[in-house]
């Protein structure tokens, strides 16, 4: 079946501009996660939910990020006014039981903020 | 707080011999462990898990690993290393929040 899907693939942007990266979970999955990947931070959490709640998003780096999912199911990470060090791999995951079953990852928007 | 070490940056092994990828954890708790594996420009790929029962657990390609409560060690290991093994492993443990808390990495290379 479908797994997680990400786009975009990769994304270039101007220091100050938005972003806004989306999520596909696998179907039926209540939970989903989003990570940063970077070269001197590692594997970061950023934030987590639970069918269309966000209960705590005290992992998200600054007021600059957000994020929102919609139904159920699509999700998307906005950051705003986007600086250097927002530079990263963003990965999102699902999984069908919040923190019980395995997540299962997408393959990551890579964001390079020149 | 939950935690997780992984004290090799890089496991060089030949292939065809057994390889193991080291890992401790930190938690107030029963632990739920996690291997996860990221080849090249891919996403991360789950393993096996630990969440209770039989200390030795098996996952995917032939991987297994050994909970150990009083050493806190969850290890990966493999009886016999492939060339396509090579990539990066990752030990993770679960967060309060439900999500993953990863170790740095550890990069495996198996050489022919």
């Known amino acids: 079946g479908a797994g997680v899907s990400q786009s975009p693939s990769n994304k270039v942007t101007e220091k100050g501009k938005d972003v806004e990266l989306r999520c596909d979970p696998i179907s039926g999955h209540t939970a989903l996660y989003w990570y940063r990947q970077s070269l001197g931070q590692g594997l970061e959490f950023l934030i987590y939910?639970?069918?269309?709640?966000?209960?705590?998003k005290s992992g998200l780096p600054s007021d600059r990020f957000s994020a929102e999912r919609t139904g159920g199911s699509v999700s998307t990470l906005t950051i705003q006014r986007t600086q250097q060090e927002d530079s990263a791999v963003y990965l999102c995951?699902?999984?069908?039981?919040?923190?019980?079953?395995?997540?299962?990852f997408g393959p990551g928007t890579r964001l390079t903020v020149t | 707080a939950q935690s997780v070490a992984q004290p090799e940056d890089q496991v060089n092994v030949a292939e065809g011999n057994p390889l193991t990828v080291k890992c401790t954890y930190s938690v107030s708790g029963n632990p739920y462990l996690f291997w996860y594996v990221q080849y090249p420009n891919r996403g991360l790929q789950f393993l096996l898990k630990?969440?209770?029962?039989?200390?030795l657990v098996k996952g995917s390609y032939g991987f297994e690993a050994e909970f150990n409560k009083s050493q806190t060690s969850f290890h990966l290991k493999k009886p016999s290393a492939l060339v396509s093994d090579s990539a990066l492993y990752f030990c993770?443990?679960?967060?309060?929040?439900?999500?993953?808390?990863f170790g740095k990495g550890t990069k495996l290379s198996v050489k022919p």
């Open positions: 993770a443990v679960r967060g309060s929040q439900g999500n993953l808390i």
């Open positions: 939910f639970q069918g269309n709640s966000a209960p705590d």
């Open positions: 995951a699902s999984s069908f039981i919040l923190g019980l079953d395995e997540q299962y």
């Open positions: 630990y969440i209770t029962g039989d200390n």
